[in-house]
């Protein structure tokens, strides 16, 4: 999972905001077929409490709950490119859509459930995802 810290983000399909968010973390989720729910508590709970935002001091110290941040969670089979052979991506460690789909909503029930507001973008949908990274801070979580 891919987590960024940015001050103004949000998602549009076919040139519609389906979400956005001001201060807090854009989420690129991806999903392969051999994730678990346990797996995505596990990344919910880091995500929650990863203390990547500044305090008064300019540490990285704080939280995003501490922040009072927002979650714009994206579905992104493509994280699971794998361009090892030849110059064509092949995503077959990408779970299946049906799958993918039943743990990303799983993923981001969990994230609300740490009163974290969360907007999301539409699974499979040809997704327009903006930022602006401020920092930049940029984390890969895996388990």
């Known amino acids: 999972m891919l987590y960024k810290e940015l001050k103004k983000r949000g998602v549009e399909v076919e040139g519609k905001t389906v979400g956005?968010?001001?201060?807090?973390?854009?989420?690129?989720?991806?999903?392969?077929?051999?994730?678990?729910?346990?797996?995505?508590?596990?990344?919910?709970?880091?995500?929650?409490?990863?203390?990547?935002?500044?305090?008064?001091?300019?540490?990285?110290?704080?939280?995003?709950?501490?922040v009072n941040g927002q979650l714009l969670i994206v579905s992104q089979f493509t994280l699971y490119a794998d361009c090892s052979n030849g110059n064509?991506?092949?995503?077959?460690?990408?779970?299946?859509?049906?799958?993918?789909?039943?743990?990303y909503e799983y993923f981001c029930k969990q994230c609300e459930k740490n009163e974290i507001h969360v907007e999301k973008g539409i699974f499979g949908a040809d997704?327009?995802?903006?930022?602006?990274?401020?920092?930049?801070v940029t984390v890969i979580i895996e388990k």
């Open 20 to 66: 956005k968010i001001e201060t807090g973390f854009l989420v690129l989720l991806g999903v392969t077929h051999e994730d678990t729910e346990e797996q995505a508590d596990y990344l919910v709970k880091k995500l929650c409490n990863l203390r990547v935002f500044c305090d008064e001091n300019d540490k990285m110290n704080l939280s995003i709950k501490d």
């Open 88 to 103: 064509r991506p092949s995503f077959t460690e990408a779970a299946k859509p049906d799958q993918a789909n039943e743990l």
């Open 127 to 136: 997704m327009k995802v903006s930022l602006l990274n401020d920092g930049p």
